[in-house]
């Protein structure tokens, strides 16, 4: 599967008309649970996904498929209320817009958030891991395709794909709101389904901490195109075969909202420090 440029470059001329003052700096993407950690900003105004070529309505139960345009901590920011999935079956579209809208907008960084599956013994449901490295084990890439200078190199390094800086700053702030919090590998699945316990063994034989259906190509797609990266799981269950019971979107959703009181506070003492990290003057889209 690919992309569909054309598209793409529709998406952003579509938004620059409804919001031609839009100028991000950074950009949030909100994963399974994760929609009300928007009251962390102040929303100027929102578009529904269905109202953007390229990223149609969200699918998924849980997420309400908005894209906000907000502010935290004077940082102007595009939070994605929901994300698109590899396993709902579009091209990879869907999935690339929030970031090629970003890096056209001129943003400079990206958090991406979700909520996954433990697989390290001390990662037990409702813990928080920030994520250091990952896995791709999709069986598919999104840059597979002609190549777009928009996306960087052909070739793209990924040697540091989630910046140390921006996660030691959010361990940092994890440790002073006194919230514990682990760093770790994600791995990336389609989905679906959930694993079977023999491949969750194999995933930790693998060295990842965390399972998860997403994240990976953004982060990938973000890293290549210049952006800096953060990410931060929920851990909303032990993958399987881990615990008792069988894996249900119900309890992973309900794991994870019951966390977002501390996953807001977070955020908001994050995007408070983010001038900090940002370039002094701001870049021209
Ligand atoms: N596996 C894959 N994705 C997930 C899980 C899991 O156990 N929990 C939440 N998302």
Redesign the pocket.
């Known amino acids: 599967m690919t992309m569909d440029q054309a598209l793409l470059r529709q998406a952003v001329e579509q938004v620059r008309q409804r919001w031609p003052q839009v100028r991000p700096r950074a950009g949030l993407i909100l994963g ?1 649970g994760w929609d009300g950690a928007l009251e962390a900003f102040q929303v100027r105004d929102t578009l529904a996904y269905a109202e953007l070529p390229g990223l149609g309505a969200a699918a998924v139960d849980g997420h309400a498929g908005r894209l906000c345009w907000a502010a935290c901590g004077g940082v102007e920011t595009l939070v994605f209320q929901g994300r698109r999935h590899f396993y709902e079956g579009a091209d990879w579209t869907p999935v690339a817009l929030p970031v090629f809208l970003l890096r056209q907008l001129g943003a400079e960084l990206l958090v991406l958030t ?5 697989l390290h013994p001390d990662l037990d449901a409702g813990d928080l891991m920030i994520i250091t490295d990952h896995l791709n084990l999709m069986g598919d890439h999104p840059l597979i395709g002609p190549h777009d200078p928009a996306w960087g190199p052909r070739f793209p390094d990924l040697s540091q794909v989630y910046c140390l800086r921006l996660g030691q700053r959010l361990e940092r702030i994890f440790q002073t709101l006194h919230l514990p919090v682990r760093c770790g590998v994600y791995a990336a ?1 389609t ?1 679906p389904t ?2 079977t316990p023999a491949e ?1 063994r194999m995933l930790r034989g693998l060295g990842a901490d ?5 994240t990976v190509p953004e982060a990938l797609l973000a890293r290549a195109a210049g952006l800096r990266v953060a990410g931060i799981s929920c ?6 075969g881990l615990q008792p019971r069988p ?1 249900t ?1 119900e309890d ?1 959703m309900e794991t ?1 909202r019951a966390l977002l009181p501390k996953l807001r506070a977070v955020l908001e003492q994050f995007w408070k420090e983010l001038p900090h990290e940002l370039s002094p003057t701001h870049p021209v889209a």
């Open positions: 399974s979700n909520a996954a599956g433990g699945v989905g959930y694993e969750v965390a399972v998860g259906m997403s851990i909303a269950n032990r993958a399987a894996l979107h992973v994870t």
